[in-house]
């Protein structure tokens, strides 16, 4: 089973609600990532969890709040959004991190979010 | 800071040609990835490279690495329709980020 799995696969929320995306795993890997993407554009990474610890946070604004429960599942915490923040949020998975590793990572299929 | 270029962005091509993507990056780098995306869809690892002279072939596409040169390269023979795709160079740097290039529009003419 090499999937990634992601759910909401559409998400329309105003700028004060709270929802969360999710993403799952059973591929035993100890690499999470989340990027945005927005159209036309190339991903961002924004977090990155190894070993189920926070190991990369590339500045995100606070509105975005990422959680490890465990290391198959990933979730991404929204808050107070803004309407830029409207784009295609990708989770992926890598078996590990470690400098030297061949992590290949793999996809999930996205979450399309709208912020009103 | 590290910046990744992907040249060219937009490229048309024929079938049954070879053509060459570019990806140039500006500071020295334990890893470099490719991937493809479909429009509307998600990303697809298509190679990862970690030392220098590295090579990896996958059907059609083939992916170098020259670390001295700061430049991979993905390689395409022989195209054809269902390589038409949005290609990214992806590469890690300090503090171990991914960057990724803009991203090349591969658009394959039967």
């Known amino acids: 089973d090499t999937e990634v799995t992601q759910t909401p696969k559409h998400l329309v929320m105003g700028m004060t609600n709270k929802k969360s995306l999710k993403c799952e795993q059973h591929?035993?890997?100890?690499?999470m990532y989340w990027y945005k993407q927005k159209a036309k554009k190339p991903p961002e990474l924004m977090f990155v969890?190894?070993?189920?610890?926070?190991?990369i946070n590339e500045s995100v604004p606070s509105r975005f709040s990422p959680e490890c429960p465990n290391s198959s599942l990933l979730n991404l915490h929204l808050h107070a959004l803004q309407p830029e923040d409207s784009a295609l949020y990708l989770c992926?998975?890598?078996?590990?991190?470690?400098?030297?590793?061949?992590?290949?990572?793999?996809f999930g299929p996205g979450t399309r979010l709208t912020v009103l | 800071e590290l910046k990744v270029e992907q040249n060219p962005l937009f490229l048309s091509m024929q079938e049954g040609k070879n053509y060459t993507i570019y990806c140039n990056y500006s500071?020295?780098?334990?890893?470099l990835y490719w991937y493809r995306q479909d429009p509307g869809k998600s990303l697809e690892s298509l190679f990862v490279l970690l030392s220098n002279g590295a090579v990896k072939q996958e059907g059609r596409l083939m992916a170098s690495l020259d670390t001295k040169a700061r430049l991979s390269t993905l390689h395409i023979t022989a195209a054809v329709h269902d390589l038409s795709a949005t290609y990214f160079c992806?590469?890690?740097?300090?503090?171990?980020?991914?960057?990724f290039g803009k991203g090349t529009r591969l658009h394959i003419l039967p």
């Open positions: 591929m035993g890997h100890r690499a």
């Open positions: 992926a998975s890598s078996q590990d991190r470690t400098s030297g590793w061949v992590d290949t990572q793999y």
């Open positions: 500071t020295t780098s334990d890893r």
């Open positions: 969890y190894s070993y189920e610890k926070l190991s």
């Open positions: 992806a590469v890690v740097g300090e503090a171990d980020k991914i960057i």
